[in-house]
């Protein structure tokens, strides 16, 4: 038989989260005690009020296809959330809803770049960037942070040339929990300018952030409204993965490119979903500001216990749920059964078979030697999670 399959499949990887997942389903359906931590959704349930107006709209019949860029009710709501918190005006055909924020940035990289076209993805990254630049037809270029993950403004500058389109950033950061400074951002907004790339701004995280730290969106910078393509959703602030809803705002031609995208492959983003979003918009916001604080409380206990094991390096939490922890110094090391360690999947590997705890090898977003948690568990399940990493962790051979 033929295996005359795509040629650009063969350049993308499987979702590592999504492999990984599918894993431990594999394990606990045998029966085994495992504690997750590799997956990247909060544990609350949706607010009630939303949940309500889902049912509402079902019971409506809004259960059929929408306009391709969002009902008109949710787009007004988009606009008035974004007037209220970054200070941006958009028009309506400035703004398209999409199927999560993940179907937002891959319409918004279909949107900008195509062919021989590079896209400037700093590191530690989301999972998903490269592979939707490829999957799009360009070519991620990938440019490491600094230590502190900080980006790496000079780096970033000497990356662009006449291919360059665009630049993605996360803030607050999966993976890393960093929140990018005002200052930081005007540097990379005039880098922008003067290399005339577009800047993707995925904001997924923005009301999960710690004291001390402040969401800044670059598009709120003067000029910049044009040049900034704004990714949100609903996922992570209202607590709605399931609900697969997100938004990407920008410049009008922009927006339409990733409308003929959604147009061309869902039609139109799921109908019941989209009048429950505007009841998250316009509803209360208590629920928000609720999971904000118990995320900062169990941020909290993460960073403070895994500081505290010798060799870890953990730096500060700012914003979403996840802690990034540095674990190079036990690479090199003999765990039992599993001979001498070298990189941080194989640690991933021996922690979930040996200890039973899943979580994420920083390889999977271009940074070795690391780990990802996510701590949209209770603290009950954090506490057991953080007693398996650190027995773990521990047990080499001296
Ligand atoms: C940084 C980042 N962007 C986008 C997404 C996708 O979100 P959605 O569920 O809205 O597609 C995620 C989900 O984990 C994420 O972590």
């Given at each position: 038989?033929?295996?005359?399959?795509?040629?650009?499949?063969?350049?993308?990887?499987?979702?590592?989260?999504?492999?990984?997942?599918?894993?431990?389903?594999?394990?606990?359906?045998?029966?085994?005690?495992?504690?997750?931590?590799?997956?990247?959704?909060?544990?609350?349930?949706?607010?009630?009020?939303?949940k309500e107006a889902g049912i509402r709209a079902i019971r409506e019949d809004f259960t059929k296809y929408t306009t391709g860029n969002g009902i008109a009710p949710l787009r007004e709501a988009i606009i008035e959330k974004l007037r209220r918190d970054n200070g941006v005006t958009y028009g309506m055909d400035e703004v398209a809803v999409m199927?999560?924020?993940?179907?937002?940035?891959?319409?918004?990289?279909?949107?900008?770049?195509?062919?021989?076209?590079?896209?400037?993805?700093?590191?530690?990254?989301?999972?998903?960037?490269?592979?939707?630049?490829?999957?799009?037809?360009?070519?991620?270029?990938?440019?490491?942070?600094?230590?502190?993950?900080?980006?790496?403004?000079?780096?970033?500058?000497?990356?662009?040339?006449?291919?360059?389109?665009?630049?993605?950033?996360?803030?607050?950061?999966?993976?890393?929990?960093?929140?990018?400074?005002?200052?930081?951002?005007?540097?990379?907004?005039?880098?922008?300018?003067?290399?005339?790339?577009?800047?993707?701004?995925?904001?997924?995280?923005?009301?999960?952030?710690?004291?001390?730290?402040?969401?800044?969106?670059?598009?709120?910078?003067?000029?910049?409204?044009?040049?900034?393509?704004?990714?949100?959703?609903?996922?992570?602030?209202?607590?709605?993965?399931?609900?697969?809803?997100?938004?990407?705002?920008?410049?009008?031609?922009?927006?339409?490119?990733?409308?003929?995208?959604?147009?061309?492959?869902?039609?139109?983003?799921?109908?019941?979903?989209?009048?429950?979003?505007?009841?998250?918009?316009?509803?209360?916001?208590?629920?928000?500001?609720?999971?904000?604080?118990?995320?900062?409380?169990?941020?909290?206990?993460?960073?403070?216990?895994?500081?505290?094991?010798?060799?870890?390096?953990?730096?500060?939490?700012?914003?979403?749920?996840?802690?990034?922890?540095?674990?190079?110094?036990?690479?090199?090391?003999?765990?039992?059964?599993?001979?001498?360690?070298?990189?941080?999947?194989?640690?991933?590997?021996?922690?979930?078979?040996?200890?039973?705890?899943?979580?994420?090898?920083?390889?999977?977003?271009?940074?070795?030697?690391?780990?990802?948690?996510?701590?949209?568990?209770?603290?009950?399940?954090?506490?057991?999670?953080?007693?398996?990493?650190?027995?773990?962790?521990?047990?080499?051979?001296?």
């Amino acid at each position: 038989m033929s295996t005359n399959l795509s040629s650009r499949m063969s350049t993308l990887r499987v979702s590592p989260t999504t492999a990984l997942f599918a894993k431990v389903d594999e394990m606990r359906r045998k029966g085994e005690d495992i504690i997750s931590l590799n997956v990247g959704e909060p544990d609350f349930p949706t607010p009630e009020n939303v949940k309500e107006a889902g049912i509402r709209a079902i019971r409506e019949d809004f259960t059929k296809y929408t306009t391709g860029n969002g009902i008109a009710p949710l787009r007004e709501a988009i606009i008035e959330k974004l007037r209220r918190d970054n200070g941006v005006t958009y028009g309506m055909d400035e703004v398209a809803v999409m199927v999560g924020a993940k179907q937002a940035l891959f319409a918004a990289l279909c949107a900008v770049a195509g062919e021989g076209d590079e896209v400037i993805i700093p590191t530690p990254c989301y999972v998903s960037y490269p592979d939707m630049v490829r999957l799009a037809g360009g070519t991620p270029v990938m440019v490491p942070r600094n230590d502190d993950f900080s980006l790496n403004l000079e780096a970033i500058e000497d990356a662009c040339n006449e291919h360059t389109k665009a630049v993605i950033i996360c803030t607050p950061d999966n993976p890393t929990g960093k929140v990018y400074g005002e200052d930081e951002l005007r540097t990379l907004a005039e880098i922008a300018v003067r290399k005339d790339i577009f800047i993707i701004s995925d904001e997924i995280y923005e009301k999960i952030i710690f004291e001390g730290n402040r969401h800044f969106s670059v598009s709120s910078i003067e000029g910049m409204k044009d040049r900034t393509i704004v990714v949100n959703g609903f996922s992570k602030t209202y607590s709605m993965t399931g609900w697969r809803l997100g938004y990407v705002c920008g410049r009008r031609d922009v927006i339409a490119n990733a409308v003929k995208v959604q147009s061309q492959t869902t039609t139109t983003p799921p109908s019941i979903s989209q009048y429950a979003a505007v009841e998250a918009l316009n509803g209360p916001q208590e629920c928000v500001s609720y999971m904000a604080s118990e995320f900062g409380k169990r941020k909290d206990y993460v960073q403070d216990r895994l500081s505290k094991i010798p060799g870890v390096i953990c730096h500060e939490i700012q914003g979403a749920f996840y802690a990034f922890f540095d674990i190079r110094a036990f690479l090199g090391k003999e765990y039992e059964g599993y001979g001498v360690i070298e990189k941080d999947t194989d640690i991933c590997e021996y922690l979930l078979e040996k200890h039973h705890v899943a979580v994420m090898p920083g390889s999977a977003y271009f940074a070795p030697g690391f780990l990802r948690i996510s701590f949209a568990s209770s603290m009950e399940v954090l506490k057991m999670a953080i007693d398996r990493i650190e027995i773990g962790l521990n047990a080499h051979k001296c």
